[in-house]
């Protein structure tokens, strides 16, 4: 068993697809108002350098629901903010908590700190990888569509989401179109490995008119991620062509469903039409981060295998 969750691309198909498959049955307990003390006693750390509003919530809720703990630090309030190494950090925590929920920006932090971590370690988002949250958007891909065979496409900048979303459909199989504006591609590297394992096209186009043609799962997130924010006005004068809106959206299928990450800038990378519409499971998507959450922490807390 892989101790940490770090990247999508790390896994089996069959253990991300136990992992969407245990969240909808603790989402099936819940609203039947069965609550699952699996993890009583035990304690995780949030270790958040970036702010966050639905991650937090969403962690904190899941690991209370299943019965456990929650230490929340910010890097202002831990010495990671005064320079103490991480490998330090790391196996310090490793014996006050049973896991270590990482929000940060390197991917090298996480993966240092897994390193010489002896509990696991969970990617909660860095700038290279979001893969608990494109969990989520796969749960609930496979809710309103019943299956994962599915064309999906992401529209905009080729960030740490079109990243993990390059890195599920190598796993699960599905092809996946991304519309990325030249100079603002996904990493290269994910790109060629995500290429090298997967049967079907993963493929990068600079018409997101030509890109969402026959969706069936069409994916956007804000133009300027966390850490930026220098950049923002720049690029909102430079992704103008790939806003999201419902004149765009009439050339993905007509089923098609619309997801975002949340924030949303409205009026920018989705117009309100779009994200209050009909296609639009952003909602569902977002309390789906909380069962995935509750999924992940009791998986790797308890070391379940997977058959």
Known sequence: MNDHLLALGDFSQATLRFLIDRARALKADRGLGVRRQLLAGRTICLLFEKPSTRTRVSFEAAMYGLGGQVIFMSTKESQLGRGEPLKDTARVLSRYVDAIVVRTFGQEVVEELAHYATVPVINALTDLHHPCQVLSDLM?????????????????DGNNMANSWIEAASVFGFPLTLACLDGFDPNEAILTRARARSDLPITILRDPAEAIQGGDVVSV??????????????????????????????????????????PAHRGEEITDEVLEGPQSVIFEQAENKMHIHAAILEHFILNRKIA
């Open 140 to 156: 609930t891909v496979l809710e309103v569509k019943g299956t994962l065979d599915i064309k999906a496409v992401w529209i905009g």
């Open 221 to 262: 997130d804000v133009w300027a991620s966390m850490g930026q924010e220098a950049e923002q006005e720049r690029r909102l004068g430079l992704f103008q062509q790939y806003q999201l809106d419902a004149s765009l959206l009439t050339k993905a299928d007509r089923e098609a469903i619309v997801l975002h990450c949340l």
